[in-house]
T-cell receptor, first 116, second 114 residues
Framework: NAGVTQTPKFRILKIGQSMTLQCAQDMNHNYMYWYRQDPGMGLKLIYYSVGAGITDKGEVPNGYNVSRSTTEDFPLRLELAAPSQTSVYFC???????????????FGPGTRLTVL | DAKTTQPPSMDCAEGRAANLPCNHSTISGNEYVYWYRQIHSQGPQYIIHGLKNNETNEMASLIITEDRKSSTLILPHATLRDTAVYYCIVRGAYSGAGSYQLTFGKGTKLSVIP
C-alpha cells in the first residue's frame, strides 16, 4: 500500500517548456488535490477533483491544467513554464466524507520544480 | 473562512512537552480545528482534529477553549523527530460534494533542542 506517490521528485525546466507532474494513489479516495508551496510559505490550492471526470479550480489555477480520467491518477500539466511556477508541488487525497469520519488529507512526498 | 494566528517559531527541550498555541477567534460553530505538521522537505502530515471537546491520539492532544476561540496542540514528550512546521487550520470553504478546502498559513516552526 504505497499511499500517495508523486513523480518526478525533482525537475528543472526552461522558460516556455511544458511538463506533467504525476500523482497516483492506491487508497481508493475520491477527492484529490494539487497544492503548491513557495519557500517559507504555506500551501496554496491549485486544482482539486471530487471524483473521476470532475475537476475544479482552487486558489491559484492560472498556468496549470488537470485531468481526472481514473480514480487513481490526477496529473497536473504546466503548458508554458514560467519562473513564477518555481515551487514545491504536493498532491493530496481524501476519502469520501460519506465513508470517512474525518476530513483528513493525505499528502504525497512532493515534486520540487525549478524554472530557469 | 476563519483565520488562524500562530507564533512563527518556538523551541522545546527534548523530552519535555511542547505546547503550540493557535488563535481562531472568528471560528464558526460547525468548523473543526485541524492540526498538520510538515517535516522538512516532506508532505504535510495529519496530526489531530477537534470540534469542541479535547481530543487525544497516539501523536498528540488537542485542547480547545470553551469559547472555541483558541486551541493548543500538545506533544507530551517531544523528540528531535518532532522538529517541524506545525499548521493550525480551521476547515475552510465548502467546495462541493462534501469536499472542503484546507487553507494552510505559515504555521509555527517548532525546534526541539537536545
Amino acid at each position: 500500500n504505497a499511499g500517495v506517490t508523486q513523480t518526478p521528485k525533482f525537475r528543472i525546466l526552461k522558460i516556455g517548456q511544458s511538463m506533467t507532474l504525476q500523482c497516483a494513489q492506491d487508497m481508493n479516495h475520491n477527492y484529490m488535490y494539487w497544492y503548491r508551496q513557495d519557500p517559507g510559505m504555506g500551501l496554496k490550492l491549485i486544482y482539486y477533483s471530487v471524483g473521476a471526470g470532475i475537476t475544479d479550480k482552487g486558489e491559484v489555477p492560472n498556468g496549470y491544467n488537470v485531468s481526472r480520467s481514473t480514480t487513481e491518477d490526477f496529473p497536473l500539466r504546466l503548458e508554458l513554464a514560467a519562473p513564477s511556477q518555481t515551487s514545491v508541488y504536493f498532491c493530496a487525497t481524501k476519502g469520501d466524507i460519506r465513508t470517512s469520519s474525518t476530513d483528513t488529507q493525505y499528502f504525497g512526498p512532493g515534486t520540487r520544480l525549478t524554472v530557469l | 473562512d476563519a483565520k488562524t494566528t500562530q507564533p512563527p517559531s518556538m523551541d522545546c527541550a527534548e523530552g519535555r512537552a511542547a505546547n503550540l498555541p493557535c488563535n481562531h477567534s472568528t471560528i464558526s460553530g460547525n468548523e473543526y480545528v485541524y492540526w498538520y505538521r510538515q517535516i522538512h522537505s516532506q508532505g504535510p502530515q495529519y496530526i489531530i482534529h477537534g470540534l469542541k471537546n479535547n481530543e487525544t491520539n497516539e501523536m498528540a492532544s488537542l485542547i480547545i477553549t470553551e469559547d472555541r476561540k483558541s486551541s493548543t496542540l500538545i506533544l507530551p514528550h517531544a523528540t528531535l523527530r518532532d522538529t517541524a512546521v506545525y499548521y493550525c487550520i480551521v476547515r475552510g470553504a465548502y467546495s462541493g460534494a462534501g469536499s472542503y478546502q484546507l487553507t494552510f498559513g505559515k504555521g509555527t516552526k517548532l525546534s526541539v533542542i537536545p
